[in-house]
């Protein structure tokens, strides 16, 4: 008999449907699982035990007045803390908002709670979501379940890690340049960067505007097909938001891939990558040609290119975005400031930390006068051209795969010291972001180094409905992964 | 694509970051590599390319000019570092005359 923090999203849903298990078992078990790994793992910058307990107990007390419980109802979750929460302190991972308790909640903190779905806590995570690996939080990095001297991904590497070591079925987090992805494939769970605004951001700090979106973690594709229609649809908050109706992605899983076009991606199967990664993926295509899709190659010649004007337009973002933080309105403020603009430069220097400043300086370098149209134009035509062949590319295809990151997990420090060689890991996550498309990150194996390896399934905007569906097909296909070593521990 | 100790001190006066010399020379050599790398895209002919700078075709998203309810005077300021008489308090701007 599996234990309740071991079982999916969909069997603890079922589990208090049914009377088998009560949602505040459920959160218990949960925070239990979290009592013995969180030491190893630091998954969390905060916990909030008392909240989870009392949400669950109005899970339960619906069901014993005979009220409809939704498909999430007692399935525990965990917020990327970059999510406003009322009452909770929010930090980004950032010093600078180390004591900031928001105001209000955001629209998915709030369909979060109105799905009957427990918060156990905000998840740790790179500073303001810049980075890939949660070395850049001001409040410690996180470890990978599978090797604790290994990062777990990032920038939402609290949030994966958590779900690899059993802390939690389902959670969220953001991807801007490959945030949720990259962090799912080294972490060996399942994670969804949607179509840009298919989920809202009312009340999410913003890092890149024109690039961020929310998405969930899981590990199975259903759960997190379950997940994403929890938080996804319209809303008149975030003007960004798409005004359409959202299908019921779990409704349509298991209707199989036969006669569907898959695109390899040619740019991401090269020398770029860690041959092991390759090897799985390259065995990933084969098994859609057996699952009866027909398989060929395709060219994405502004794949390489991404990444460059990505690291001009997300920065030139950024430093518009976090100008807010000024010691005025809320956040750190500097001691004893001899002048408004002593009082923004010591707080600003003080509050960030080093790649956050870094990319400051960058996007206001790239904005700045002398070099607007040769770095952030040159940029924005660049990402026309990303678009473009994506475009021609999904003429052909249904929807393509490539490795989501080029290698498993690296260790800690590794990269540390050197932005540009971390900037790499999201080589093969960024084009999607440019575009506004959607991806998801599947297991596919393990690589030789016993690390998981994640699967990449591109398509256009709004194609979720498709890639879960292939996802799905995929992962009943492949079976599952071993656990990770942590799985065991107790 | 190196950058000189002035244009870091530059941009950072712009960016409103206070810097110690430490750092003005540690992010030198690093913006530089990275703006090396990014500064690829300078290279690509793009004559007929149009910018994109939002993934969206979305234009002048309105609602009706209603009042709804929003966030009180008093939560607003709950977040400040420093406040009074219900406005955010910051150092003199404005000089005696």
Known sequence: ?490 | MALTREEVLHVARLARLAMSDDEVERFRGQLSAILEHAARVTEVVTDDVPPTSHPLPLVNVLREDVVEPSLSQEKSLSTAPESEDGRFKVPRIIEEQ
């Open chain 1, 1 to 490: 008999m599996a234990e309740l923090w071991q079982l999916d999203a969909a069997a603890l849903a079922k589990a208090v449907r049914d009377g088998e298990a009560s949602a505040r078992e459920v959160v218990d078990a949960h925070l239990a699982r979290i009592e013995a790994v969180e030491e190893d793992v630091h998954a969390f910058i905060t916990l909030t035990p008392e909240i989870a307990r009392a949400q669950a107990d109005e899970v339960d007390r619906k069901r014993a007045f005979g009220e409809r419980l939704g498909p999430l109802a007692g399935v525990p979750t965990a917020l990327k803390d970059i999510f406003c929460t009322d009452g909770i302190r929010t930090t980004a991972g950032s010093r600078i908002l180390e004591e900031y308790v928001p105001p209000y909640d955001g629209t998915a903190t709030i369909k979060v709670r109105e799905a009957g779905m427990p918060l156990l806590g905000k998840t740790n995570q790179d500073e303001f979501a810049m980075g890939s690996s949660t070395e850049n939080s001001a409040f410690g990095v996180s470890r990978n379940p599978w090797d604790l001297a290994r990062v777990p991904g990032g920038s939402s590497g609290g949030s994966s890690a958590a779900v690899a070591a059993g802390m939690a079925p389902i959670t969220y987090g953001t991807d801007t340049g490959g945030s949720i992805r990259q962090p799912a494939s080294l972490c060996g769970v399942v994670g969804v960067r949607p179509t840009y605004g298919l989920v809202s951001r009312f009340g999410l700090i913003a890092f890149a505007s024109s690039l961020d979106q929310i998405g969930p973690f899981a590990r199975t594709v259903r759960d997190a097909a379950a997940a994403l229609y929890a938080v996804a649809g319209h809303d008149p908050r975030d003007s960004t938001s798409i005004a359409q109706a959202v299908p019921d992605y779990v409704a349509s899983i298991d209707k199989g891939v036969n006669g569907l076009r898959v695109g390899v991606v040619k740019e991401g199967m090269g020398e770029g990558a860690q041959p092991a990664v390759v090897a799985r993926v390259q065995e990933a295509a084969e098994r859609f040609a057996g699952l009866g899709c027909s398989v060929d190659e395709v060219s994405l010649p502004s794949f390489d290119l991404a990444l460059s004007a990505y690291y001009l337009i997300a920065p030139a973002e950024c430093s518009s975005n976090l100008a807010r933080y000024d010691g005025v309105r809320y956040g750190y403020r500097a001691d004893d400031p001899r002048d408004v603009m002593d009082m923004n430069m010591r707080t600003r220097a003080h509050g960030f930390g080093d790649e956050v400043k870094r990319r400051i300086m960058l996007g206001t370098y790239a904005l700045s006068a002398g070099y607007y149209d040769a770095y952030y134009g040159k940029a924005q035509k660049v990402r026309t051209l990303v678009i473009r062949d994506f475009d021609a590319a999904y003429e052909k295809f249904d929807f393509l795969i490539c490795p989501t990151s080029p290698t498993t997990a690296f260790k800690i420090g590794e990269k540390a010291d050197d932005p540009l060689a971390m900037y790499l890991s999201d080589l093969f996550t960024i084009p999607t972001n440019l575009a506004g498309s959607t991806g998801i990150s599947v297991p596919c194996g393990l690589a030789d180094d016993g690390l998981p390896v994640g699967l990449q399934l591109l398509g256009p905007p709004l194609s979720e409905e498709l890639l879960f569906r292939a996802g799905y097909a995929f992962e009943q296909d492949l079976g599952p992964l071993p656990d990770p070593p942590l799985w065991g521990a107790r």
